[in-house]
């Protein structure tokens, strides 16, 4: 039985999504999840999002923003360099970064993807010690190997699985999200991917409703306390404009309620499938470029995703026990809906 998301419940956000409302609704983009949760202790994983899937590893243009650093993302200096993304994107929790960054490699070495004969992957990460034996060291190269070989179009699973299987947000229980958005007037689709794991419990707002404060759910704010965000599109975007891209996903993000506090990693990083074969060694390669009098649908579609994704995250999410019998409860759906409608806000389903 599927998961339910939040549209089932019949909250409104604005925009069209596409097909899926996920990130795979821009074509070539794949995502892969290994899941890890054994005994009482661990609850982990990790997430690969491969940007033009398994059978390409040609690079895609990139730009990424940190919005609050307490947090990594691996391979950033090249991108700033040279505004290409040249490997997957692989999510996972705060002291597993190390070997998914050498895994991914070797990945990349025994797939002979890496196109420059070297490689600098992208890993990001949010802290799961909550509920999560982070210090076992349970995430190893063969969890890798299987999100990175599992990755797929179509729909994408969400909430307690990939690298946001131990993950918390706003108070309740959250983890991996995903939305995406028709570009209004234009041929072009933006879809994004969370890993929710930020934001203390009375911030909360959905569909601008403060559902946090309204639920006043007293627990312990400090155990959120990041979030990665990917945008991925076909939209013909150069680095610099990619770079602008993510620094929107900010947006989306304050829609819900989060402030970025000083212990929040909140790192985000866009790409484009557009302009294949940029990178090959000709001596002269030519792009397509959206014009800047345009790119405000982009920001627009990039800012609704964002935000609907992190609902999302929560929505699908269960309720969880962990490490030291720590229990993060589930949001409660029916609550929800009930101080939705309290404002006016919901809508019939």
């Known amino acids: 039985m599927a998961k339910p998301r939040a549209r089932d419940l019949g909250i ?3 925009g069209t999504p596409g097909p899926l409302n996920a ?22 994983g990790v997430t690969a999002i491969l940007p033009r899937g398994q059978a390409s590893s040609d690079p895609v243009f990139a730009g990424w923003f940190s919005l609050n650093g307490n947090g990594e993302m691996t391979g950033t200096t090249w991108i700033d360099e040279a505004g290409l993304l040249d490997s997957p994107v692989l999510i996972t929790n705060t002291h597993s970064v190390g070997i998914v960054r050498d895994a991914a490699i070797a990945w990349a070495v025994n797939r002979r993807y890496l196109e420059a004969g070297w490689g600098l992957p992208v890993v990001a990460e949010t802290f799961d010690g909550s509920l ?12 890798v190997f299987s999100a990175l070989d599992g990755a797929k179009g179509g729909p994408v699973a969400e909430g307690n699985v990939g690298g946001g299987t131990g993950m918390i947000a706003y108070g309740f229980k959250a983890g991996t999200g995903t939305a995406s958005r028709r570009v209004p007037d234009a041929p072009w689709t933006v ?9 203390g419990p009375r911030l909360l707002r959905i569909a601008g409703v403060p559902v946090g404060a309204e639920l006043a759910n007293e627990r312990d704010a400090s155990r959120s306390k990041s979030i990665i965000i990917v945008v991925a599109t076909d939209a013909p975007l150069l680095p610099h404009q990619l770079k602008r891209v993510a620094k929107r996903a900010t947006h989306g993000l304050a829609r819900t309620g989060a402030i970025s506090s000083d212990s929040s990693g909140d790192i985000f990083i866009a790409f484009s ?77």
């Open 132 to 143: 999560n034996d982070i210090n076992g060291f349970h995430v190893k190269a063969e969890h």
């Open 273 to 349: 499938t557009a302009n294949p074969g940029v990178a090959s060694t000709k001596p002269v390669a030519r792009v397509d470029m959206l014009s800047n009098a345009h790119i405000s649908a982009i920001f627009q579609s990039t800012v609704e995703a964002t935000e609907e994704a992190i609902v999302n995250s929560l929505v699908a999410a269960e309720t969880m026990k962990g490490v030291r019998g720590t229990v993060c409860e589930a949001i409660p759906h029916e609550r929800v809906v009930e101080i939705l409608r309290k404002y006016g806000r919901a809508e019939p389903v």
């Open 191 to 199: 879809g994004v991917l969370v890993q929710a794991n930020h934001g």
């Open 23 to 44: 990130i795979t609704d821009v074509g070539g983009v794949e995502v892969g999840m290994t899941t890890l949760i054994e005994g009482e202790g661990v609850r982990t």
């Open 12 to 14: 409104p956000f604005e």
